[in-house]
Protein backbone atom coordinates (compact mmCIF):
# COMPACT_ATOMS: atom_id res chain seq x y z
CA UNK A 1 0.00 0.00 0.00
CA UNK A 2 0.95 3.71 -0.94
CA UNK A 3 2.12 6.04 1.64
CA UNK A 4 -1.19 8.06 2.70
CA UNK A 5 0.64 11.25 1.98
CA UNK A 6 0.34 10.40 -1.17
CA UNK A 7 -3.21 11.18 -1.83
CA UNK A 8 -3.44 14.22 0.95
CA UNK A 9 -3.73 18.27 0.06
CA UNK A 10 -0.65 19.65 0.25
CA UNK A 11 -1.39 21.55 3.65
CA UNK A 12 -2.09 18.29 4.95
CA UNK A 13 0.99 16.48 2.99
CA UNK A 14 3.48 18.88 5.18
CA UNK A 15 2.17 18.37 8.29
CA UNK A 16 2.47 14.59 7.81
CA UNK A 17 6.18 15.04 7.05
CA UNK A 18 6.70 16.89 9.41
CA UNK A 19 5.71 13.97 11.55
CA UNK A 20 7.31 11.15 9.75
CA UNK A 21 10.28 9.26 10.10
CA UNK A 22 13.64 11.05 8.51
CA UNK A 23 13.96 9.88 4.78
CA UNK A 24 17.61 8.29 3.96
CA UNK A 25 17.96 10.52 1.16
CA UNK A 26 16.53 14.18 -0.07
CA UNK A 27 16.90 15.58 -3.72
CA UNK A 28 16.90 19.26 -4.31
CA UNK A 29 18.65 22.02 -5.91
CA UNK A 30 17.16 21.88 -9.49
CA UNK A 31 14.05 21.16 -11.67
CA UNK A 32 12.41 17.91 -10.61
CA UNK A 33 10.14 16.86 -13.51
CA UNK A 34 7.63 13.75 -12.45
CA UNK A 35 5.85 12.52 -15.62
CA UNK A 36 2.98 13.10 -13.54
CA UNK A 37 -0.08 15.20 -15.08
CA UNK A 38 -1.29 16.20 -12.14
CA UNK A 39 1.35 17.74 -10.37
CA UNK A 40 4.78 17.84 -13.47
CA UNK A 41 7.10 19.81 -11.28
CA UNK A 42 8.24 19.52 -7.88
CA UNK A 43 10.79 21.44 -6.00
CA UNK A 44 12.36 18.33 -3.84
CA UNK A 45 12.15 14.77 -3.42
CA UNK A 46 12.52 12.13 -0.38
CA UNK A 47 13.32 8.99 -0.35
CA UNK A 48 13.29 6.14 2.15
CA UNK A 49 13.81 2.16 1.98
CA UNK A 50 13.95 2.85 -1.65
CA UNK A 51 10.67 4.64 -2.04
CA UNK A 52 9.76 8.00 -3.05
CA UNK A 53 8.12 9.54 0.37
CA UNK A 54 7.39 13.00 -0.24
CA UNK A 55 7.38 15.27 -3.60
CA UNK A 56 6.71 18.27 -3.13
CA UNK A 57 8.22 21.65 -2.03
CA UNK A 58 11.58 22.43 -0.56
CA UNK A 59 10.09 22.95 3.00
CA UNK A 60 8.46 20.17 3.02
CA UNK A 61 11.69 18.07 2.47
CA UNK A 62 13.32 19.53 4.89
CA UNK A 63 11.11 18.51 7.39
CA UNK A 64 12.34 14.82 6.80
CA UNK A 65 16.09 15.67 7.23
CA UNK A 66 17.29 13.94 10.09
CA UNK A 67 21.19 13.47 11.58
CA UNK A 68 21.81 10.72 8.56
CA UNK A 69 19.89 11.81 5.80
CA UNK A 70 22.23 12.26 2.85
CA UNK A 71 21.25 15.44 1.35
CA UNK A 72 21.63 15.32 -2.38
CA UNK A 73 22.27 18.73 -3.94
CA UNK A 74 21.46 19.24 -7.46
CA UNK A 75 23.50 22.28 -8.52
CA UNK A 76 20.71 22.72 -11.22
CA UNK A 77 20.95 19.64 -13.44
CA UNK A 78 17.10 18.37 -13.74
CA UNK A 79 15.78 15.53 -12.32
CA UNK A 80 13.63 12.84 -14.29
CA UNK A 81 11.80 9.34 -13.12
CA UNK A 82 14.55 6.87 -14.22
CA UNK A 83 14.78 7.17 -17.92
CA UNK A 84 14.05 3.03 -19.12
CA UNK A 85 15.32 1.83 -22.96
CA UNK A 86 12.73 -0.59 -23.52
CA UNK A 87 14.56 -2.19 -26.40
CA UNK A 88 18.39 -3.27 -25.78
CA UNK A 89 20.26 -5.70 -26.00
CA UNK A 90 22.54 -5.77 -22.31
CA UNK A 91 25.06 -8.84 -23.57
CA UNK A 92 25.51 -7.01 -27.10
CA UNK A 93 26.26 -3.35 -25.76
CA UNK A 94 28.99 -5.15 -23.57
CA UNK A 95 30.46 -7.62 -26.49
CA UNK A 96 30.44 -3.95 -28.38
CA UNK A 97 32.40 -2.59 -25.24
CA UNK A 98 35.11 -5.32 -25.33
CA UNK A 99 35.40 -6.83 -29.20
CA UNK A 100 36.42 -4.84 -32.31
CA UNK A 101 33.71 -1.75 -32.17
CA UNK A 102 33.47 -0.69 -35.90
CA UNK A 103 30.81 2.17 -35.06
CA UNK A 104 31.18 5.73 -36.23
CA UNK A 105 33.44 4.49 -39.28
CA UNK A 106 33.30 7.27 -42.12
CA UNK A 107 33.83 4.80 -44.67
CA UNK A 108 35.25 1.24 -45.59
CA UNK A 109 38.48 2.62 -45.59
CA UNK A 110 38.38 3.63 -42.21
CA UNK A 111 36.33 0.27 -40.53
CA UNK A 112 39.12 -1.73 -42.30
CA UNK A 113 42.15 0.47 -40.83
CA UNK A 114 40.16 -0.12 -37.30
CA UNK A 115 40.50 -3.92 -38.51
CA UNK A 116 43.90 -4.05 -39.36
CA UNK A 117 44.94 -2.21 -36.16
CA UNK A 118 42.73 -4.97 -34.02
CA UNK A 119 44.24 -7.76 -35.93
CA UNK A 120 47.60 -6.60 -34.53
CA UNK A 121 46.65 -5.89 -31.78
CA UNK A 122 45.15 -9.36 -31.16
CA UNK A 123 46.83 -11.79 -33.69
CA UNK A 124 45.84 -15.48 -33.79
CA UNK A 125 43.69 -18.33 -36.09
CA UNK A 126 40.48 -18.23 -34.99
CA UNK A 127 37.59 -16.68 -35.92
CA UNK A 128 37.44 -12.43 -35.22
CA UNK A 129 34.36 -11.20 -35.10
CA UNK A 130 33.51 -6.97 -35.13
CA UNK A 131 30.22 -5.30 -35.10
CA UNK A 132 29.11 -1.52 -35.50
CA UNK A 133 29.66 -0.45 -38.90
CA UNK A 134 27.04 0.69 -41.13
CA UNK A 135 27.36 2.07 -44.94
CA UNK A 136 25.21 4.88 -44.45
CA UNK A 137 26.63 8.61 -45.70
CA UNK A 138 30.51 6.43 -46.66
CA UNK A 139 31.77 7.65 -49.64
CA UNK A 140 32.09 3.92 -51.28
CA UNK A 141 28.27 3.89 -51.25
CA UNK A 142 28.07 0.41 -50.35
CA UNK A 143 28.01 -2.26 -47.77
CA UNK A 144 31.18 -3.79 -47.09
CA UNK A 145 32.63 -6.54 -49.54
CA UNK A 146 35.00 -9.55 -48.76
CA UNK A 147 37.77 -8.46 -51.13
CA UNK A 148 37.94 -5.50 -48.28
CA UNK A 149 38.36 -7.60 -45.72
CA UNK A 150 40.56 -9.88 -47.89
CA UNK A 151 43.01 -7.33 -48.13
CA UNK A 152 43.43 -7.11 -44.40
CA UNK A 153 42.72 -10.55 -42.99
CA UNK A 154 43.53 -13.00 -46.21
CA UNK A 155 43.68 -15.94 -44.22
CA UNK A 156 42.36 -15.52 -40.92
CA UNK A 157 38.14 -15.53 -41.30
CA UNK A 158 36.38 -12.90 -40.08
CA UNK A 159 32.93 -11.99 -39.51
CA UNK A 160 32.17 -8.33 -39.29
CA UNK A 161 28.16 -7.75 -38.04
CA UNK A 162 26.31 -4.89 -39.60
CA UNK A 163 25.06 -2.39 -36.95
CA UNK A 164 21.45 -3.48 -37.12
CA UNK A 165 22.79 -7.24 -35.73
CA UNK A 166 20.79 -8.30 -39.13
CA UNK A 167 23.26 -9.21 -41.66
CA UNK A 168 27.43 -9.58 -41.85
CA UNK A 169 30.07 -9.96 -44.07
CA UNK A 170 32.50 -12.75 -44.46
CA UNK A 171 35.70 -12.80 -45.58
CA UNK A 172 36.66 -15.14 -48.24
CA UNK A 173 38.53 -17.54 -45.52
CA UNK A 174 35.38 -17.60 -43.50
CA UNK A 175 32.75 -18.44 -46.97
CA UNK A 176 35.30 -20.94 -47.62
CA UNK A 177 35.38 -22.54 -43.93
CA UNK A 178 32.00 -22.53 -43.78
CA UNK A 179 31.63 -23.84 -47.43
CA UNK A 180 29.66 -21.22 -48.59
CA UNK A 181 29.94 -20.74 -52.76
CA UNK A 182 28.14 -19.80 -55.86
CA UNK A 183 26.25 -22.98 -55.67
CA UNK A 184 24.90 -22.05 -51.69
CA UNK A 185 21.73 -21.87 -51.69
CA UNK A 186 20.28 -19.19 -48.91
CA UNK A 187 17.54 -20.48 -46.43
CA UNK A 188 14.10 -19.79 -46.17
CA UNK A 189 14.27 -15.98 -44.30
CA UNK A 190 17.89 -14.99 -45.50
CA UNK A 191 19.84 -14.04 -48.57
CA UNK A 192 23.47 -14.56 -50.02
CA UNK A 193 24.54 -11.90 -52.03
CA UNK A 194 26.06 -11.92 -55.19
CA UNK A 195 28.21 -9.97 -57.79
CA UNK A 196 27.65 -9.73 -61.15
CA UNK A 197 29.26 -12.95 -61.36
CA UNK A 198 27.35 -14.83 -59.54
CA UNK A 199 29.94 -15.12 -56.45
CA UNK A 200 29.24 -14.21 -53.38
CA UNK A 201 29.80 -10.69 -51.98
CA UNK A 202 29.99 -11.81 -48.98
CA UNK A 203 27.33 -9.88 -47.20
CA UNK A 204 24.85 -12.89 -45.49
CA UNK A 205 21.49 -11.20 -44.69
CA UNK A 206 19.01 -12.74 -41.78
CA UNK A 207 18.71 -16.30 -41.33
CA UNK A 208 21.98 -16.50 -43.67
CA UNK A 209 23.84 -15.51 -41.08
CA UNK A 210 23.20 -19.05 -39.27
CA UNK A 211 25.31 -20.81 -42.51
CA UNK A 212 28.66 -18.98 -40.36
CA UNK A 213 27.42 -19.41 -36.78
CA UNK A 214 29.74 -22.62 -36.52
CA UNK A 215 32.78 -20.71 -36.64
CA UNK A 216 32.09 -18.37 -33.68
CA UNK A 217 33.14 -19.77 -30.62
CA UNK A 218 30.28 -19.71 -28.17
CA UNK A 219 30.95 -17.20 -24.94
CA UNK A 220 31.66 -18.74 -21.71
CA UNK A 221 30.18 -17.99 -18.67
CA UNK A 222 33.21 -15.68 -17.44
CA UNK A 223 32.79 -13.74 -21.06
CA UNK A 224 28.97 -13.16 -20.51
CA UNK A 225 29.65 -12.30 -17.32
CA UNK A 226 32.19 -9.84 -18.40
CA UNK A 227 29.92 -8.15 -20.98
CA UNK A 228 27.29 -7.95 -18.89
CA UNK A 229 29.23 -6.01 -16.37
CA UNK A 230 30.55 -3.83 -19.28
CA UNK A 231 27.53 -3.28 -20.01
CA UNK A 232 25.91 -2.23 -16.87
CA UNK A 233 28.55 0.27 -16.71
CA UNK A 234 27.62 2.07 -19.82
CA UNK A 235 24.01 2.46 -19.09
CA UNK A 236 24.18 3.71 -15.97
CA UNK A 237 27.02 5.98 -16.69
CA UNK A 238 24.14 7.14 -19.79
CA UNK A 239 21.62 7.67 -17.04
CA UNK A 240 19.14 4.47 -17.92
CA UNK A 241 17.88 3.10 -14.66
CA UNK A 242 16.24 0.22 -16.58
CA UNK A 243 16.34 -1.98 -19.49
CA UNK A 244 14.15 -4.06 -21.70
CA UNK A 245 16.64 -7.04 -22.24
CA UNK A 246 15.56 -8.71 -25.91
CA UNK A 247 16.29 -12.23 -27.25
CA UNK A 248 18.03 -13.47 -23.76
CA UNK A 249 19.28 -16.68 -24.10
CA UNK A 250 17.53 -18.79 -21.09
CA UNK A 251 20.59 -19.62 -19.41
CA UNK A 252 21.50 -15.79 -19.25
CA UNK A 253 18.82 -15.45 -16.40
CA UNK A 254 20.35 -17.24 -13.93
CA UNK A 255 23.61 -15.30 -15.01
CA UNK A 256 21.51 -12.10 -14.35
CA UNK A 257 19.85 -13.17 -10.82
CA UNK A 258 23.06 -14.44 -9.41
CA UNK A 259 24.85 -11.08 -10.16
CA UNK A 260 21.64 -9.32 -8.38
CA UNK A 261 22.31 -11.74 -5.84
CA UNK A 262 25.59 -11.05 -5.43
CA UNK A 263 24.64 -6.72 -5.49
CA UNK A 264 26.04 -6.42 -8.66
CA UNK A 265 23.25 -5.74 -10.74
CA UNK A 266 22.60 -1.93 -10.40
CA UNK A 267 20.03 -1.98 -13.49
CA UNK A 268 17.04 -2.68 -13.36
CA UNK A 269 16.24 -5.64 -16.11
CA UNK A 270 13.37 -7.14 -17.90
CA UNK A 271 14.10 -9.99 -19.93
CA UNK A 272 12.64 -10.75 -23.09
CA UNK A 273 13.76 -14.31 -23.51
CA UNK A 274 14.44 -15.46 -27.47
CA UNK A 275 11.53 -17.69 -28.58
CA UNK A 276 13.18 -20.83 -29.77
CA UNK A 277 13.95 -20.97 -25.88
CA UNK A 278 11.06 -19.99 -24.08
CA UNK A 279 10.02 -23.37 -23.45
CA UNK A 280 10.92 -22.94 -19.80
CA UNK A 281 9.47 -19.96 -19.19
CA UNK A 282 6.10 -21.14 -21.00
CA UNK A 283 6.30 -23.89 -18.46
CA UNK A 284 6.84 -22.18 -15.33
CA UNK A 285 5.45 -18.72 -15.83
CA UNK A 286 6.97 -15.14 -15.05
CA UNK A 287 9.69 -14.79 -12.53
CA UNK A 288 11.81 -12.27 -10.67
CA UNK A 289 14.08 -11.97 -7.99
CA UNK A 290 13.24 -10.97 -4.86
CA UNK A 291 14.02 -7.65 -4.70
CA UNK A 292 12.61 -7.18 -8.63
CA UNK A 293 15.96 -6.08 -9.60
CA UNK A 294 15.48 -8.79 -12.42
CA UNK A 295 12.64 -9.75 -13.92
CA UNK A 296 11.86 -12.45 -17.04
CA UNK A 297 8.34 -12.56 -18.29
CA UNK A 298 8.60 -11.73 -21.68
CA UNK A 299 9.20 -13.70 -24.93
CA UNK A 300 10.87 -12.09 -28.19
CA UNK A 301 9.60 -13.38 -31.35
CA UNK A 302 10.83 -11.93 -35.35
CA UNK A 303 8.44 -11.30 -38.08
CA UNK A 304 11.22 -10.01 -40.35
CA UNK A 305 14.95 -8.13 -41.07
CA UNK A 306 16.04 -4.57 -40.84
CA UNK A 307 15.40 -2.06 -43.44
CA UNK A 308 19.40 -1.15 -44.38
CA UNK A 309 19.88 -4.46 -45.18
CA UNK A 310 16.53 -5.01 -47.35
CA UNK A 311 15.43 -7.56 -44.68
CA UNK A 312 12.41 -6.08 -43.64
CA UNK A 313 9.23 -7.45 -44.89
CA UNK A 314 7.25 -5.58 -47.73
CA UNK A 315 4.16 -5.14 -49.46
CA UNK A 316 6.17 -4.01 -52.78
CA UNK A 317 9.29 -4.39 -53.73
CA UNK A 318 12.10 -2.23 -52.92
CA UNK A 319 12.30 1.46 -54.57
CA UNK A 320 15.89 1.03 -54.84
CA UNK A 321 15.88 -2.88 -55.54
CA UNK A 322 13.08 -3.79 -57.27
CA UNK A 323 13.91 -7.88 -56.90
CA UNK A 324 13.17 -8.17 -53.48
CA UNK A 325 10.85 -7.61 -51.06
CA UNK A 326 12.78 -8.40 -48.14
CA UNK A 327 11.38 -11.47 -46.33
CA UNK A 328 9.19 -13.14 -43.01
CA UNK A 329 12.20 -15.14 -41.10
CA UNK A 330 9.85 -17.47 -38.83
CA UNK A 331 7.21 -19.36 -39.39
CA UNK A 332 3.67 -17.46 -38.72
CA UNK A 333 2.77 -21.10 -37.72
CA UNK A 334 5.09 -21.77 -35.41
CA UNK A 335 4.84 -17.93 -34.33
CA UNK A 336 1.42 -18.90 -33.68
CA UNK A 337 1.73 -22.03 -31.28
CA UNK A 338 4.06 -19.62 -29.34
CA UNK A 339 1.41 -16.83 -28.73
CA UNK A 340 -1.46 -19.40 -27.79
CA UNK A 341 1.23 -20.92 -25.23
CA UNK A 342 2.09 -17.38 -23.95
CA UNK A 343 -1.38 -16.49 -23.72
CA UNK A 344 -2.20 -19.59 -21.88
CA UNK A 345 0.89 -19.15 -19.32
CA UNK A 346 0.71 -15.02 -18.65
CA UNK A 347 3.68 -14.77 -20.50
CA UNK A 348 4.16 -11.04 -22.59
CA UNK A 349 5.03 -11.20 -26.45
CA UNK A 350 7.19 -9.14 -28.53
CA UNK A 351 7.47 -9.25 -31.75
CA UNK A 352 10.33 -7.82 -33.72
CA UNK A 353 8.43 -6.18 -36.78
CA UNK A 354 9.82 -3.31 -39.21
CA UNK A 355 8.45 -3.61 -42.57
CA UNK A 356 4.80 -2.53 -43.75
CA UNK A 357 3.92 -6.62 -44.30
CA UNK A 358 6.04 -7.03 -41.27
CA UNK A 359 4.20 -5.45 -38.65
CA UNK A 360 0.59 -5.98 -41.08
CA UNK A 361 1.54 -9.65 -40.46
CA UNK A 362 2.18 -9.71 -36.98
CA UNK A 363 -0.86 -7.33 -35.94
CA UNK A 364 -2.94 -10.28 -37.98
CA UNK A 365 -1.11 -13.02 -35.92
CA UNK A 366 -2.11 -11.22 -32.67
CA UNK A 367 -5.74 -10.92 -33.66
CA UNK A 368 -5.79 -14.59 -34.53
CA UNK A 369 -4.32 -15.27 -31.45
CA UNK A 370 -6.61 -12.93 -29.12
CA UNK A 371 -9.58 -14.15 -30.72
CA UNK A 372 -9.04 -17.94 -30.32
CA UNK A 373 -8.92 -17.78 -26.45
CA UNK A 374 -11.17 -15.28 -24.77
CA UNK A 375 -9.81 -13.21 -21.52
CA UNK A 376 -11.80 -15.51 -19.17
CA UNK A 377 -9.30 -18.00 -20.29
CA UNK A 378 -6.13 -16.63 -20.57
CA UNK A 379 -3.40 -16.00 -17.59
CA UNK A 380 -3.51 -12.24 -17.85
CA UNK A 381 -7.17 -10.42 -19.50
CA UNK A 382 -4.93 -7.71 -21.19
CA UNK A 383 -1.67 -9.27 -22.28
CA UNK A 384 0.19 -6.00 -23.30
CA UNK A 385 1.76 -7.81 -26.33
CA UNK A 386 4.00 -5.49 -27.98
CA UNK A 387 5.37 -5.01 -31.64
CA UNK A 388 9.56 -3.93 -31.05
CA UNK A 389 9.75 -1.07 -33.32
CA UNK A 390 6.58 -1.01 -35.41
CA UNK A 391 8.55 0.98 -37.87
CA UNK A 392 6.91 0.72 -41.42
CA UNK A 393 2.96 0.83 -40.93
CA UNK A 394 0.68 1.15 -43.07
CA UNK A 395 -1.58 4.00 -42.10
CA UNK A 396 -4.71 1.40 -42.73
CA UNK A 397 -2.78 -0.49 -39.80
CA UNK A 398 -2.06 2.61 -37.24
CA UNK A 399 -5.35 2.05 -35.31
CA UNK A 400 -5.34 -1.65 -34.59
CA UNK A 401 -2.72 -1.00 -32.13
CA UNK A 402 -4.98 0.54 -30.00
CA UNK A 403 -8.07 -1.53 -30.84
CA UNK A 404 -6.09 -5.06 -29.75
CA UNK A 405 -4.19 -3.08 -26.90
CA UNK A 406 -1.01 -3.41 -28.69
CA UNK A 407 1.57 -1.46 -27.48
CA UNK A 408 4.58 0.35 -30.15
CA UNK A 409 7.99 -0.27 -28.83
CA UNK A 410 9.71 2.35 -30.83
CA UNK A 411 13.03 3.31 -31.05
CA UNK A 412 13.78 7.73 -31.85
CA UNK A 413 17.00 7.22 -33.12
CA UNK A 414 16.25 4.87 -36.10
CA UNK A 415 13.84 7.52 -37.68
CA UNK A 416 16.46 10.04 -37.64
CA UNK A 417 19.37 7.28 -39.06
CA UNK A 418 17.07 6.25 -40.76
CA UNK A 419 15.77 9.15 -43.05
CA UNK A 420 19.18 9.38 -44.69
CA UNK A 421 18.44 5.90 -46.72
CA UNK A 422 14.62 5.13 -45.96
CA UNK A 423 12.98 7.39 -48.86
CA UNK A 424 15.47 5.60 -50.94
CA UNK A 425 14.14 2.37 -49.99
CA UNK A 426 10.81 3.06 -49.49
CA UNK A 427 9.49 6.07 -51.81
CA UNK A 428 7.94 8.82 -50.46
CA UNK A 429 4.75 7.17 -49.97
CA UNK A 430 5.41 4.16 -47.74
CA UNK A 431 7.06 7.51 -45.51
CA UNK A 432 3.75 8.23 -44.53
CA UNK A 433 3.25 5.57 -42.06
CA UNK A 434 7.14 5.17 -41.43
CA UNK A 435 8.27 6.13 -37.40
CA UNK A 436 4.70 7.04 -36.80
CA UNK A 437 4.97 8.02 -33.50
CA UNK A 438 2.93 10.98 -33.03
CA UNK A 439 -0.01 9.05 -35.38
CA UNK A 440 0.19 6.28 -33.25
CA UNK A 441 -0.24 7.96 -30.19
CA UNK A 442 -3.29 10.16 -31.38
CA UNK A 443 -4.69 6.85 -32.08
CA UNK A 444 -4.98 5.83 -28.73
CA UNK A 445 -1.81 3.60 -28.71
CA UNK A 446 0.35 2.99 -26.04
CA UNK A 447 4.06 3.88 -27.22
CA UNK A 448 7.10 3.46 -25.56
CA UNK A 449 10.80 3.68 -26.21
CA UNK A 450 14.10 2.50 -26.26
CA UNK A 451 17.21 2.43 -28.31
CA UNK A 452 17.90 -0.93 -29.86
CA UNK A 453 21.74 -0.52 -28.56
CA UNK A 454 23.92 -1.87 -29.43
CA UNK A 455 22.43 -1.06 -33.06
CA UNK A 456 22.49 2.37 -32.04
CA UNK A 457 24.53 4.39 -29.15
CA UNK A 458 22.40 3.82 -26.79
CA UNK A 459 22.23 7.35 -25.57
CA UNK A 460 18.87 8.53 -23.56
CA UNK A 461 19.22 11.93 -24.68
CA UNK A 462 19.55 11.27 -28.08
CA UNK A 463 16.77 9.06 -27.97
CA UNK A 464 14.48 12.05 -26.50
CA UNK A 465 15.87 14.58 -29.20
CA UNK A 466 15.24 12.43 -31.98
CA UNK A 467 11.37 12.19 -30.64
CA UNK A 468 11.12 15.84 -30.17
CA UNK A 469 13.24 17.12 -32.89
CA UNK A 470 12.70 14.39 -35.66
CA UNK A 471 16.25 15.38 -36.82
CA UNK A 472 19.91 14.39 -37.15
CA UNK A 473 22.16 15.09 -34.88
CA UNK A 474 23.55 17.89 -37.03
CA UNK A 475 20.06 19.70 -37.40
CA UNK A 476 18.95 18.09 -40.69
CA UNK A 477 15.18 17.37 -41.80
CA UNK A 478 13.27 17.25 -45.02
CA UNK A 479 10.09 17.57 -45.83
CA UNK A 480 9.80 13.67 -46.36
CA UNK A 481 10.74 13.33 -42.82
CA UNK A 482 7.10 14.39 -42.23
CA UNK A 483 8.07 16.66 -39.17
CA UNK A 484 4.06 16.47 -37.83
CA UNK A 485 5.43 13.02 -36.32
CA UNK A 486 7.39 15.27 -33.31
CA UNK A 487 6.03 14.55 -29.98
CA UNK A 488 5.91 17.45 -27.40
CA UNK A 489 8.63 17.17 -24.37
CA UNK A 490 5.86 15.60 -22.15
CA UNK A 491 5.26 13.15 -24.91
CA UNK A 492 8.68 12.26 -25.15
CA UNK A 493 9.26 12.54 -21.70
CA UNK A 494 6.81 9.41 -21.26
CA UNK A 495 8.05 7.38 -23.66
CA UNK A 496 10.61 6.99 -21.40
CA UNK A 497 9.33 6.85 -18.23
CA UNK A 498 5.84 5.76 -17.52
CA UNK A 499 4.79 4.27 -20.57
CA UNK A 500 7.71 2.17 -20.23
CA UNK A 501 6.68 0.97 -16.69
CA UNK A 502 3.03 0.32 -17.91
CA UNK A 503 5.17 -1.88 -21.09
CA UNK A 504 6.83 -4.09 -18.38
CA UNK A 505 3.72 -4.46 -15.70
CA UNK A 506 5.09 -2.30 -13.16
CA UNK A 507 3.21 0.87 -13.37
CA UNK A 508 2.12 0.80 -9.88
CA UNK A 509 6.21 0.82 -8.96
CA UNK A 510 8.01 2.46 -11.35
CA UNK A 511 7.37 5.34 -14.00
CA UNK A 512 6.43 8.90 -12.50
CA UNK A 513 7.72 10.35 -9.16
CA UNK A 514 4.90 9.95 -6.75
CA UNK A 515 5.01 8.89 -3.01
CA UNK A 516 4.91 5.31 -2.50
CA UNK A 517 6.90 4.31 -5.73
CA UNK A 518 10.32 2.86 -6.63
CA UNK A 519 13.21 5.47 -6.20
CA UNK A 520 14.62 5.63 -9.49
CA UNK A 521 15.78 8.99 -11.02
CA UNK A 522 17.70 10.10 -14.10
CA UNK A 523 19.53 13.39 -14.10
CA UNK A 524 21.17 15.42 -17.15
CA UNK A 525 23.05 18.01 -17.52
CA UNK A 526 20.29 19.63 -19.67
CA UNK A 527 16.64 20.52 -18.69
CA UNK A 528 14.74 18.12 -21.09
CA UNK A 529 11.66 20.34 -21.21
CA UNK A 530 13.05 24.13 -21.52
CA UNK A 531 16.90 23.72 -23.29
CA UNK A 532 16.87 24.86 -27.11
CA UNK A 533 16.28 21.69 -29.01
CA UNK A 534 19.84 21.35 -29.93
CA UNK A 535 21.13 21.80 -27.04
CA UNK A 536 19.46 18.35 -25.38
CA UNK A 537 21.86 15.38 -27.54
CA UNK A 538 24.75 17.79 -26.00
CA UNK A 539 23.88 17.11 -22.48
CA UNK A 540 24.62 14.49 -20.13
CA UNK A 541 24.14 12.31 -17.15
CA UNK A 542 24.69 13.61 -14.19
CA UNK A 543 23.82 10.84 -11.85
CA UNK A 544 21.59 7.49 -12.19
CA UNK A 545 19.44 6.42 -9.18
CA UNK A 546 18.17 2.99 -8.71
CA UNK A 547 16.33 2.27 -5.23
CA UNK A 548 17.71 5.53 -3.98
CA UNK A 549 20.76 4.56 -4.42
CA UNK A 550 23.57 6.27 -6.54
CA UNK A 551 24.45 3.98 -8.86
CA UNK A 552 26.50 6.59 -10.81
CA UNK A 553 27.70 9.65 -9.73
CA UNK A 554 28.96 12.18 -12.76
CA UNK A 555 29.11 15.06 -10.60
Do not use: C
Request: hydrophobic content about 45%.
Amino acid sequence: MRPIIAGLSATLALATAAQAAPADAVFWGGPIYTARDDQPKVEAVAVAAGRIVYAGDRKGAKALVGRKTKVVDLKGAAMFPGFTDSHAHLRGIGERELTLNLEGSKSAAEAMARLKAHLAQHPGTGTLVGRGWIETGWPEGRFLIRQDLDAVAPDRPVLLVRADGHALVANSAALKAAGITRDTVAPEGGAILKDDAGEPTGMLVDNAMGLVRSLRTAPTEADKLADYHAAFQVETHYGWTGVHNMAVDWADVALLEGLDAKGEAPLRVYNAISGGEAGPLLKDGPRATADGRITTRMIKLFADGALGSRGAALFEPYADAHGTEGALVSDPAEMLKIMDQALKAGIQVGTHAIGDRGNAVTLDLYETALDAIPPSERKIAKPRWRIEHSQIVRPVDIPRFAQMGVIASMQPSHAIGDFHFAPARLGEDRLKGAYAWKSLLDSGAVVVGGSDSPVERGDPLIEYYAAVARKDLKGFSAADWHPEETLSRAEALKLFTSASAYARFAEDDLGDIEPGKRADFSVFSVDLMTAPEAEIPKGHAVMTVVDGQIVYDGR
